[in-house]
């Protein structure tokens, strides 16, 4: 969380970057919320991993009210960092209404089956409406054969995603 002025000063003032990995740092959802006024107006950015850093919902809501407007972001990585069913609900609204640019996301945690499930219906309903995301991995989220289902059901009616991993 220390680090959080020095990545805000780098996403405002560096131009280039284009793939930033802060995984294994120990960030929480306060250390987000430190960087991601920067990460609203950075424009070079187009990959995010956050991996096994405690995040949680607080740390996806701040990243989700950044991509209101960055419109760069593609690539979000969220394994391993503590999101609730909440935290996926909150990002499977802003899939839904097509709101993010991200076209590729990775979302686990090793929850119980009805967490998976609940995780995995969310983004199904959210599959249906989703015209931007290529890529979805749900790896180690725990989803039985009734989340999975919820899941298919979504991708019926949508004609974009590329990718999808469920295991």
Request: charged share 10%; aromatic share 2%; glycine share 8%.
């Amino acid at each position: 969380d220390a680090a959080a002025p020095a990545i805000a000063s780098l996403l405002t003032n560096n131009h280039s970057l284009h793939t930033l990995d802060l995984s294994d740092n120990s960030m929480t959802g306060a250390g987000v919320e430190g960087f991601t006024p920067s990460l609203a107006s950075n424009t070079s950015l187009r990959s995010l991993a956050l991996c096994n850093n405690p995040i949680g919902d607080r740390g996806v809501e701040a990243i989700l009210a950044a991509l209101e407007t960055n419109t760069s972001l593609r690539t979000l990585t969220l394994a391993g960092c503590s999101v609730s069913p909440h935290g996926v609900h909150l990002a499977a609204v802003s899939l839904q209404s097509n709101s993010l640019p991200l076209q590729s996301l990775t979302v686990s945690e090793g929850g119980s089956q009805e967490e998976g499930d609940a995780m995995a219906e969310m983004l199904g309903g959210a599959l249906a409406a989703n015209t931007v995301l290529t890529s979805l991995s749900l790896p180690a989220s725990e989803v039985t054969d009734a989340g999975f289902g919820a899941i298919c059901t979504g991708l019926m009616s949508n004609q974009t995603l590329r990718l999808l991993n469920v295991r």
